[in-house]
């Protein structure tokens, strides 16, 4: 079972920055690559980037290409996302995924959500 709990978001000024943080409650976190995904208000969840076990290999929406950065922290059980240059159209409940195999941009291939962080970019 993998239990993912995320956290950083908040409310923030166009062109900000934050950082999410999801931490995995896992034996062997290496073994799971991670996605981050988000959902906003009448839209369906989309993807937005995912990284693979060992942090070999990254995939982004071309929507955040540039501006978003996943990365993976083993040793902590934590995958981040790092979101500079913020726009409003970034707004949106941001979750957190894990699945076995390779990396992915297909939704339906995570077995593991968390709860989601909201993240609401103003103009």
């Known amino acids: 079972q993998v239990r993912l709990v995320e956290s950083g978001g908040g409310l923030v000024q166009a062109g900000n920055s934050l950082r999410l943080s999801c931490a995995a409650s896992v034996r062997t976190f290496s073994r799971y690559a991670m996605g981050w995904f988000r959902q906003a208000p009448g839209k369906e969840r989309e993807f937005v980037a995912a990284?693979?076990?060992?942090?070999?290999?990254?995939l982004y929406a071309d929507s955040v290409k540039g501006r978003l950065t996943i990365s993976r922290d083993i040793a902590k059980n934590t995958v981040y996302l790092q979101m500079n240059s913020l726009k409003p159209e970034d707004s949106a409940v941001y979750y957190c995924a894990a699945k076995t195999g390779d990396s992915s941009n297909s939704r339906v291939e995570y077995g593991y959500w968390g709860q989601g962080t909201q993240v609401t970019v103003s103009s």
């Open positions: 990284v693979a076990w060992n942090g070999g290999s990254t």
